[in-house]
């Protein structure tokens, strides 16, 4: 896949785009993108996909955080996967917002020659997003571009959407959204230094800070994960909340520990791979009510991963 963010001195052959903003890539969108890669390999052209490094509402309410499923980079990774032959990076702007639907695809045309788009079957572009998708087909008429409408997706479990999504990550639901996703979902970071109160419990934690501040973090609560650090996979039970046993106050910590590992791993990159919830968590009366629960969490974990 060929990234395109400078599209001022660019000669691009004709090609059948598709436009999102494409929030973690899920299932919804790949069933688009592959119907964008069934119409360019009928059609013999290339196949395209043009999308925003920012979400537009941010651009259009600036104090809006958008709490995204994949950030710019992992999005980027996401989209690599699904072996189209180009991905439009436009700049969203103020300029951008205003423009009208027909605007928009002359744009599309004359940029990025684009000679067919295919469009979701419920999406809607423009200022506004008054106008439908008749309008866009007179506008592709007028403007020599193909409109074809996307066939819709259906899934016996319910729509799957981005929002859906992240209502279920919200609830800790997450292995019901990696079923929408398609993929587990992560968290990527740095292993940073935290108050070391595991090691002295028995259960030494790796403190992770998310590389992306607006990714969405999932419900409170302790989760069965895969962690990956230098290329290596394991197993490893996280907590993200307060840590109110031992009175942490109102910092947000993402901690795991690590099953059947020793090594030191402060400042290395990681990724946290969410499996399954396993409980809210609680403040205990005492410590040792905590690591007796925390033994319990250990063999659950165990018995998911390993």
């Keep these: 896949m060929k990234i395109i963010s400078d599209i001022n001195?660019?000669?691009?052959?004709?090609?059948?785009?598709?436009?999102?903003?494409?929030?973690?890539v899920h299932r919804g969108h790949r069933f688009l993108i592959n119907q964008v890669k069934e119409v360019a390999a009928k059609d013999g052209l290339y196949s395209a996909l043009i999308t925003f490094p920012v979400h537009p509402r941010q651009v259009i309410q600036t104090a809006y955080r958008p709490q995204l499923l994949s950030s710019p980079t992992e999005k980027l990774e996401l989209l690599e996967t699904m072996q189209v032959d180009y991905c439009f990076l436009l700049p969203f702007t103020q300029e951008l917002s205003l423009f009208s639907a027909r605007e928009f695809m002359q744009l599309l045309r004359n940029k990025f020659n684009i000679h067919t788009l295919v469009i979701g079957y419920d999406h809607r572009f423009g200022h506004n997003r008054s106008e439908n998708f008749e309008d866009y087909c007179r506008y592709g008429e007028e403007l020599n571009i193909y409109i074809v409408r996307a066939r819709a997706y259906t899934d016996k479990e319910g729509k799957i959407s981005s929002s859906v999504i992240r209502q279920l990550l919200k609830e800790g639901e997450v292995s019901q959204a990696a079923k929408f996703l398609g993929y587990n979902y992560y968290l990527d970071g740095t292993v940073v230094d935290g108050y070391k109160v595991g090691r002295k419990i028995g259960f030494p934690t790796a403190n992770l800070q998310v590389d992306c501040s607006d990714k969405l973090i999932p419900s409170e609560g302790v989760y069965a994960v895969y962690v990956y650090v230098e290329g290596k996979k394991w197993a490893g039970m996280l907590n993200i909340g307060h840590r109110p046993t031992i009175n942490n106050g109102n910092n947000l910590s993402i901690e795991v520990n690590i099953l059947n590992f020793s090594e030191n791993i402060y400042h290395k990159e990681m990724r946290i791979e969410f499996v399954k919830y396993l409980r809210p968590e609680e403040k205990y009366d005492t410590i040792d009510a905590l690591i007796a629960q925390m033994h319990k969490d250990r063999e659950k974990t165990a018995r998911i991963l390993l």
């Design 9 to 24: 001195h660019q000669t691009l052959p004709p090609s059948v785009a598709t436009i999102g903003f494409f929030d973690g």
